[in-house]
T-cell receptor, first 108, second 115 residues
Framework: AQRVTQPEKLLSVFKGAPVELKCNYSYSGSPELFWYVQYSRQRLQLLLRHISRESIKGFTADLNKGETSFHLKKPFAQEEDSAMYYCALIQGAQKLVFGQGTRLTINP | DAGVIQSPRHEVTEMGQEVTLRCKPISGHNSLFWYRQTMMRGLELLIYFNNNVPIDDSGMPEDRFSAKMPNASFSTLKIQPSEPRDSAVYFC?????????????FGEGSRLTVL
C-alpha cells in the first residue's frame, strides 16, 4: 500500500541552524510528492512539489528514489518557519495521502 | 474568493448526538475532499468527490460516518451517533479536477469535541 512516513512528530532547532524534516514513502510506480505547511492560525497550504524543483521560502526537497525519501531542508532556520509540516504523495489521479506531520519549532 | 468555507468552526457535543459538518468549495472546483486531523494519525483522507459523485470512501471509519454532495457548491459530513474518539479537526479541501498539480485548497477546519 502507498504510504508516507514522517518519523518525527516534533522537531526543535535554533534560529540560524539547518533544518531537515524527514519523509519516507512507499509507492509502486513513479511518485509525485509534495510538502504542505500549516502556520499558526492559517490554512494548510502547499509549500512545494518535487516536480517543480523549486525553492520556496528557502526550503528545498529532493526526491531520492533509491532511499524512497523526500526530505525537506533549509540551511538557516528562521523563527517564522515554526509550523506543522506534512509530506504528501499523490495516489492515482487525485488522491493525496499525507504523512502524520512534523511540528517544527524554531527557538530564538 | 473567500476560499473553502467550513462550518461550524467549533462544535462541542455529547456522545450519541448527531453532528453535521458543512463545506462550500471554491467556485469552479469540481473535486472535494474530507480529511480528519488528529495528533496520533495526522491527516487522514475520509472521502472524496468528483463532480458531486463519491469516488473513494475507503477512509470513512465506519457506518456512523456519511458524506453527501448534493450539488457543486455544498457538501456535508455527518456522524451519527458521535463518540469521544471522533474528536478531531475535520478539513474540507477542493481543487479543479482538470489540473492535476496536487494542490488542494483547504478550509479552516471544524474542530469537533465529543464529550
Amino acid at each position: 500500500a502507498q504510504r508516507v512516513t514522517q518519523p518525527e512528530k516534533l522537531l526543535s532547532v535554533f534560529k540560524g541552524a539547518p533544518v531537515e524534516l524527514k519523509c519516507n514513502y512507499s509507492y509502486s510506480g513513479s511518485p509525485e510528492l509534495f510538502w504542505y505547511v500549516q502556520y499558526s492560525r492559517q490554512r494548510l497550504q502547499l509549500l512545494l512539489r518535487h516536480i517543480s524543483r523549486e525553492s520556496i521560502k528557502g526550503f528545498t526537497a529532493d526526491l531520492n528514489k533509491g532511499e524512497t525519501s523526500f526530505h525537506l531542508k533549509k540551511p538557516f532556520a528562521q523563527e517564522e518557519d515554526s509550523a506543522m509540516y506534512y509530506c504528501a504523495l499523490i495516489q492515482g489521479a487525485q488522491k493525496l495521502v499525507f504523512g502524520q506531520g512534523t511540528r517544527l519549532t524554531i527557538n530564538p | 474568493d473567500a476560499g473553502v468555507i467550513q462550518s461550524p468552526r467549533h462544535e462541542v457535543t455529547e456522545m450519541g448526538q448527531e453532528v453535521t459538518l458543512r463545506c462550500k468549495p471554491i467556485s469552479g472546483h469540481n473535486s472535494l475532499f474530507w480529511y480528519r486531523q488528529t495528533m496520533m494519525r495526522g491527516l487522514e483522507l475520509l472521502i472524496y468527490f468528483n463532480n458531486n459523485v463519491p469516488i473513494d470512501d475507503s477512509g470513512m471509519p465506519e457506518d456512523r460516518f456519511s458524506a453527501k454532495m448534493p450539488n457543486a457548491s455544498f457538501s456535508t459530513l455527518k456522524i451519527q451517533p458521535s463518540e469521544p474518539r471522533d474528536s478531531a479537526v475535520y478539513f474540507c479541501a477542493s481543487k479543479p479536477s482538470r489540473r492535476n498539480t496536487g494542490e488542494l485548497f483547504f478550509g479552516e477546519g471544524s474542530r469537533l469535541t465529543v464529550l
